[in-house]
């Protein structure tokens, strides 16, 4: 199974949600095999966090397919570097990590309005390749309008998206979750279903707590036929 690891914007969560996930699969499942993937990469980042966590049976190019130097938006990034953005490339990687791997955790770009190529987004990409998808919500003002404009493009693109992951990307205390990303307001104006609120990490590389904030998600509602297999 796979699934994908979308946000609302760069710096959202999407790396920890991520690598909290694989923790947790290596952790309480490690009879089953994980496999990690960013769709492509602009800049350090996140490969070389992936490897230096986790031992991955995996080449860097099935980890990162596409890798370019810059820290822009893909297209922008290819076209300093005078290259095209080849998805058949990524797409096999991904064949190739499904037909080993008993799980793949597909970690996507920016936002889902995110563009992939001149004429893709990372909706587009997910709606396409069929990817079920969650997405993450950072704990901040604008936080209830990002989840609505985001969810609308989701369902505009017929993504199979399973659930919303709140993230604090900085110290929050309970009242300010629950008055910055009200659930139940969020799931009424969405009709999509909160799977948990990830809490803010001062060490975001221990794998102890990253596997324990996983466990603390609606693991079923995520991933269904995983979770009913282990």
Do not use: H
């Amino acid at each position: 199974m796979v699934i994908l690891i979308a946000g609302t914007d760069t710096e959202v969560g999407k790396t920890v949600l991520t690598t909290a996930l694989t923790a947790y699969g290596q952790k309480y499942q490690p009879q089953r095999a994980v496999g990690m993937m960013k769709l492509m990469q602009a800049g350090v980042g996140d490969r070389e966090l992936y490897t230096s966590l986790f031992s991955l049976d995996q080449s860097p190019q099935e980890i990162a397919p596409l890798y370019f130097d810059a820290p822009l938006a893909p297209p922008v990034a290819a076209a300093k570097e005078g290259r095209d953005i080849d998805l058949g490339v990524v797409w096999q990687a991904l064949q190739s990590l499904q037909a080993r791997k008993d799980w793949v955790i597909v970690e996507a770009l920016g936002g889902l309005g995110t563009p992939v190529t001149q004429e893709l987004t990372v909706a587009d990409l997910a709606a396409s390749w069929r990817l079920p998808t969650v997405l993450v919500v950072p704990v901040k003002l604008g936080a209830i309008a990002q989840s609505v404009a985001n969810v609308a493009l989701a369902k505009l693109s017929r993504i199979d998206l399973r659930g919303i992951v709140l993230n604090c990307t900085q110290p929050r205390s309970e009242t300010e979750i629950a008055e910055l990303t009200p659930t139940d307001l969020i799931q009424s104006l969405t009709n999509i279903p909160i799977l948990g609120c990830l809490p803010y990490l001062e060490e975001p590389k221990d794998l102890d707590k990253l596997a324990q904030i996983a466990s603390d998600l609606e693991l079923e509602r995520l991933m269904p036929v995983v979770m009913g297999n282990w």
